[in-house]
């Protein structure tokens, strides 16, 4: 049904996508024309020693393969700190203490207004000495630390998208604040927190290849080591960015499905 | 004192918390790594004086012009690049539509970082050549004028600069594009339709009804899409592009002073950032509250 549909679809459409395909076609026509004015040499089959390496008939992760893992570790261990502090901060802003919500509002503040570089600058430099972090956690605590702030952002507009009523029914039951909170607020919050959660895991995969930077061996800077070894350029930033793609591709798609069936659960 | 008096039980445990963090780190800094703390010298990385010269701008005032600079080429270029993607986005023709569509969901799924590598060096070491826009770059960094200096800041990174300014651009040209695109969405159907009634040709429709409305709905974004691209011309420093992150960098290098420079940075970045949200803000407070 599916397919039969996309067909009409395209024969409906046949002008529409000739002149599609033709764009991108001549997009590459000339990008291949400029490269071979500069006498670029395209040298393709050299990249899958760079993806995978076998050896006695055994497969192992080839520089660009272990860049990805070391990507994907990063963005992990940034994503949960990132999604506790987020929920942490999100609390104090929405907290009845001034000093809560005058230290939730400065820190959202802060990071949102400096460049995830200097920020990742400040605390490679200046605070990872002070508390001795290595090179990886500070990667990993600049990225949690900038994305805890959006996370934040969306933590209090998912609370705020659940209608008063519910909050003061909750209140007039006898439920103390915090029972509020967790038993009547959070859950309804749900729906509205996790698109934009899942949205923000993708932002920080993408933003993870800024800790190439500082000399961790992420995705990019594999990419970069490579090209520096075999002139590669295109070929290797070209694999790069098609990882990051189907990195990206895949979380969104698992993005949609978690949303569908959160979207279900509550329908019922 | 008022202030004191607002304080319940809890503030005092946070503040005790902050206080004793902030006492560690200080106490970490002081004995520990034994860092010594050194201002006097800041001022002058933006502005030195010279006996025979009088006042000259030093390396972290240069990049500061130098990302004002990169700031306003790009902000103009994208938001052109960006009408034009919306437009196509909006568009009748599917091919378009399409066309509009996979470019800025490529742009849009690759890290910056990534994007600025791929088309810094093909931007500027493939096709400026061809393009003879090298020839043209040479030309403006050999020619004498003021305005070429005004414009372009120091003449030997003039072609480096073009190739930023465009690669930045076609960046956030993606992003700018989405902005038009809700904002042209946002306009009425019946405002079209009544458009179309009244006779009007279709550039008609969109050049004195659409987007006049679509243009007054998206000044907030646009002015927060700026203070993004602000943010991500630091990531320019990776490419060598003089900008203000880049010059931090040689600052750190030259005069040992990591801790005072990253921070005059940083601090740097957030006034220009936070004056500028807080004017989106009161952009956006301005339009829902008439």
């Known amino acids: 049904m599916a397919t039969s549909s996309l067909q009409t679809a395209l024969l409906r459409n046949v002008k529409d996508v000739v002149i599609f395909l033709g764009i991108f076609g001549l997009l590459a026509l000339g990008m291949l ?80 207004n400096i460049p995830i570089l200097v920020l990742l600058f400040l605390i490679y430099f200046v605070l990872a000495p002070v508390f001795g972090l290595n090179r990886f956690w500070a990667g990993v605590m600049t990225l949690a630390i900038y994305e805890a702030a959006f996370a934040a952002e ?75 070894e075999t002139f590669m350029v295109f070929e290797v930033w070209f694999a790069v960015a098609g990882i990051y793609l189907v990195v990206t591709t895949i979380l969104s798609i698992l993005a949609s499905v978690i949303e569908n069936r959160t979207k279900r659960f509550y329908a019922r | ?49 010279d006996e025979e010269t009088g006042y000259q701008q030093n390396v972290l005032l240069i990049g500061f012009f130098n990302l004002i600079r990169i700031a306003i080429y790009s902000s103009i270029l994208s938001v052109i690049l960006g009408l034009g993607l919306a437009l196509m986005r909006v568009s009748d023709r599917r091919w378009m539509n399409w066309t509009a569509r996979v470019l800025v969901e490529f742009v849009r799924n690759i890290p910056p970082l990534v994007f600025l590598f791929i088309f810094y060096f093909f931007v500027s070491d493939m096709i400026f050549p061809v393009l003879g ?9 050999n020619s004498d004028s003021a305005v070429v200096g005004f414009l372009f800041g120091d003449r030997v990174f003039v072609e480096n600069l073009i190739a930023g300014v465009i690669c930045l651009s076609l960046f956030e040209a993606a992003y700018v594009s989405e902005i038009f695109r809700a904002g042209i969405e946002s306009v009425g159907k019946d405002q079209r339709e009544g458009a179309r009634s009244v006779g009007v040709t279709k550039y008609q ?86």
């Open chain 1, 154 to 228: 969306i933590y209090r507009s998912g609370i705020e998208a659940v209608p008063r009523g519910q909050k003061e029914a909750a209140k007039s039951i006898g439920l103390r604040p915090l029972q509020v909170m967790f038993y009547v607020t959070l859950p309804q919050s749900l729906p509205f927190i996790l698109p934009a959660m899942t949205n923000l895991m993708i932002n920080l995969v993408k933003h993870s290849a800024i800790v190439s930077v500082i000399a961790i061996f992420d995705l990019t800077n594999e990419g970069r080591n490579v090209i520096a």
């Open chain 2, 133 to 141: 826009i090298r020839a043209f770059a040479q030309m403006l960094a």
């Open chain 2, 1 to 49: 004192m008022r202030f004191f008096k607002d304080l319940k039980a809890g503030d005092y445990v946070i503040l005790a918390i902050t206080a004793a963090f902030l006492g560690a780190v200080w106490y970490q800094l002081a004995f520990q790594i034994n860092y010594n703390w050194d201002w006097s010298g800041i001022p002058s990385f933006f502005v030195y004086y």
């Open chain 1, 33 to 112: 024309w400029v490269l071979d004015q500069q006498s670029y040499d395209w040298q393709w089959f050299r990249l899958w020693r760079y993806v995978y390496i076998e050896h006695d008939g055994q497969y192992y992760a080839g520089p660009l393969l272990r860049g990805l893992f070391t990507t994907l570790e990063i963005s992990a261990y940034a994503i949960v700190i990132s999604a506790i502090g987020g929920f942490v901060i999100a609390m104090m802003r929405a907290s009845k203490l001034i000093t809560a919500r005058a230290i939730a509002k400065t820190y959202i503040e802060v990071v949102r």
């Open chain 2, 205 to 290: 429709e969109m050049r004195y009804i659409v987007l006049p409305q679509a243009f007054e709905k998206t000044v907030p974004p646009l002015v927060g899409q700026l203070i993004t691209l602000i943010k991500d011309t630091s990531i320019m420093s990776v490419i060598s592009i003089q900008e203000f992150t880049f010059a931090g960098s040689e600052m750190v290098v030259s005069s040992g002073r990591i801790f005072e420079v990253w921070i005059t940075v940083a601090v740097v970045y957030f006034i220009i950032c936070y004056a500028l949200s807080v004017y989106s803000r009161r952009l956006e407070i301005g339009r829902t509250g008439r």
